[in-house]
């Protein structure tokens, strides 16, 4: 393979595995991932503990010039934690309370913004796959692959639950279906870089495929997106 790297974005609903993918996508070809998502997460946790009443642009303002974010490696994970102004949250912001709150936040403009040009700022040397929900549409629109996932409703609640049951057990099936669909509908529908299908990307249905097949299938239209971009 030569060296011209690419862009990879990987947008679509919650839960649907797009970081699980992301991380192994990253891993084969050597690339960074960067879970966009983490980020608004961590900005909510810092708003939950200042209290920061969203709908006051001046304190939105002042909290976001309160916040430093980094990613740092991980190697028990084989992905980067967020780090929180020194503080590493990743596992924090994967609790309920960031996960009830972060679409709010996540739908503030000036919010986007900041977060936005960070992710910009990340995927400057190219060779990077991030995950989102605007990362194909306003992240880096010029994507050379972009892929949109997708999954049954109810095959993504059962994904998630197992996965929060892991660390908390009175979790139960309705609280999961609330909160997705609750998400869900946000993503979709707020004014700011609203969760959209970019017409060029290439839809990933993951809703029968196991992980393996839906690494190979990403894997596959990655190495043909380099060969594309190394030919030109
Ligand atoms: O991918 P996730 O579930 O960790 O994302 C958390 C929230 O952040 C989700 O409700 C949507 C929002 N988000 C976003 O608006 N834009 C992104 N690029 C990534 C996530």
Redesign the pocket.
């Known amino acids: 393979m030569s060296d011209q790297k690419i862009i990879i974005t990987l ?1 679509g609903w ?2 649907c595995g ?2 699980t993918l992301a991380k192994a996508l990253a891993a084969a070809l050597g690339y960074v991932f960067v ?7 961590a900005i909510t946790l810092f708003f939950i503990r200042h209290q920061v009443n969203i709908a006051d642009p001046l304190a939105v303002e002042k909290a976001l010039g309160s916040i430093q974010l980094h990613f740092v490696f991980n190697p028990s994970r084989g992905a980067s934690d967020i780090v929180l102004n020194g503080e590493n949250v990743e596992a924090l912001i994967r609790e309920m309370a960031v ?1 009830s709150r ?2 709010e936040v ?2 503030l403009a000036r919010v ?1 913004q900041f ?1 936005v040009q960070q ?1 910009q700022r990340l995927g400057k040397e190219k060779g990077i796959v991030m ?5 194909g549409t306003v ?1 880096f629109p010029q994507a050379e692959l972009k892929i949109f996932m997708t999954a049954d409703k109810e095959i993504r609640v059962q994904r998630r639950l197992k996965e929060l049951q892991a660390t908390n057990p009175a979790i139960t099936v309705d609280m999961v279906r609330e909160n997705l669909e609750q ?1 869900d509908y ?2 979709a529908n707020r004014t700011e ?1 609203p ?1 959209r299908q970019a017409t060029d990307a290439r839809v990933l249905d993951n809703s029968k495929l196991s992980p393996s097949q839906q690494f190979e299938m990403a894997l596959l239209w990655a190495r043909e997106a380099i060969r594309k971009a190394n030919a030109q």
Do not use: E, F, N, P
């Open positions: 947008d919650s839960s797009k970081s879970d966009s998502g983490a980020m608004y997460r996960a972060v679409s996540a739908a986007r977060a992710q995950d989102g929900r605007d990362i992240v998400r946000l993503d870089s969760l």
